[in-house]
């Protein structure tokens, strides 16, 4: 049966959610509508270059190497947590991991980010990609094992890059400010464009399943680059296959965070509402628009995610605890919330202030009565 389809997944048995060291967790509960005595918080990019653990461990390791590396990606998912005390760890990994392991010729580069040695951009292109083995998934399977080993009660994100995300990659050829040819192949050669969104979901589907199966008690999608979009494109062709990647999880019944940079105008899509195909748990929310305007758009059957603004972290400790105070308080309004940030952690961040955050939100309780001052 199809893994998108095949409605028999299930954990097994020594999963941490299957056999509760995860379940009664403050991340689980919040992502499953309830609203724990304890807020949960982790930090996007939490594992990686504020930290100086990472920078020493990383010398002379490229950066795709260490993805693949078990031992190597383990203890860099393990070190924010040790140091932080969050109340999750984030799977150290890269979005076009998956698609390097699919076979495309892809690096990351220094100072710039993701290159492609030949960009996807006719329908030759797209039917030279290959499917994902799952074999070529063990490093990932290997290094989540010895994550969830080490975590006991502390629950691991799996995550993914979601289809229009690696799609912009993969027909610009590398990062881009507008995605101007990837959104003309949407417009010019639709079924090209169908074609390819379809690859990138079963290939993101597959590395959130592998890290799902291997012990992962939720996964969040990031779709980096939605906010280029506009809401018609969105819905007709990019959100069915959001909703394909994370249908690959669906069966096994672990939250399912979606989160995108800029998405306000697609946020309640995001979150699955109205003509939407997505249903997730929880919606990440970047940091443009206040929590309680989120609700108005997302409504409260959704968890929310977020959303404190990076830039933030550098200013002055009051000035970023009254930012903290006010996004809880904002977050009040959802009928759960994490804590985090609108997008990812900073590398120049000092990292006693992530901590100095964790233990602020720690010390709210459930939000709930910052919500009611």
Request: aromatic share 4%; with cysteine.
């Amino acid at each position: 049966m199809d893994a998108v389809t095949d409605a028999t997944l299930a954990l097994p048995p020594a999963h941490p959610l299957a056999s509760g060291a995860t379940a009664n967790s403050p991340l689980v509960r919040a992502l499953r509508g309830d609203r724990p005595e304890q807020l949960p918080v982790w930090f996007m990019r939490q594992a990686g270059r504020s930290l100086p653990e990472y920078r020493e461990l990383r010398i002379g390791t490229a950066m795709l190497d260490a993805c693949l590396d078990p031992a190597m990606a383990s203890e860099i998912t393990l070190q924010p947590v040790r140091r932080h005390g969050v109340d999750a760890g984030i799977f150290f990994s890269d979005i076009v991991v998956p698609i390097k392991l699919a076979g495309v010729d892809v690096d990351i580069v220094p100072g710039r980010g993701p290159v492609l040695g030949s960009p996807i951009r006719s329908a030759a292109d797209v039917d030279r990609l290959e499917p994902l083995d799952p074999s070529a998934l063990s490093p990932i399977q290997d290094a989540v094992a010895r994550t969830v080993a080490e975590l006991g009660t502390t629950p691991l994100i799996g995550f993914a890059g979601a289809p229009f995300t690696l799609a912009a990659y993969l027909v610009e050829g590398g990062p881009s400010k507008d995605h101007i040819r990837a959104r003309t192949l949407m417009h010019a050669e639709p079924e090209v464009w169908d074609r390819l969104l379809t690859w990138a979901a079963d290939v993101s589907g597959a590395f959130l399943r592998a890290q799902v199966l291997a012990g992962a008690s939720a996964v969040q999608l990031f779709d980096s680059w939605v906010g280029s979009l506009s809401r018609a494109d969105y819905l007709a062709r990019v959100a069915p296959h959001s909703a394909r990647a994370l249908d690959h999880v669906r069966a096994t019944g672990v939250p399912r965070i979606h989160f995108g940079v800029g998405s306000a105008e697609v946020l309640a899509d995001m979150a699955g509402n109205g003509d939407s195909p997505l249903d997730v748990d929880a919606v990440g929310v970047d940091w443009r628009i206040p929590l309680d305007d989120a609700v108005r758009r997302v409504g409260t059957e959704h968890t929310l995610q977020g959303n404190i603004d990076p830039a933030m972290l550098s200013a002055p400790w009051p000035v970023l605890e009254a930012h903290v105070r006010d996004v809880v308080a904002r977050g009040g309004a959802a009928r759960a919330h994490v804590v985090n940030l609108g997008h990812g952690v900073p590398p120049e961040t000092d990292p006693t202030v992530l901590t100095r955050v964790v233990e602020l939100v720690h010390s709210l309780g459930s939000g709930a009565s910052e919500a009611a001052e």
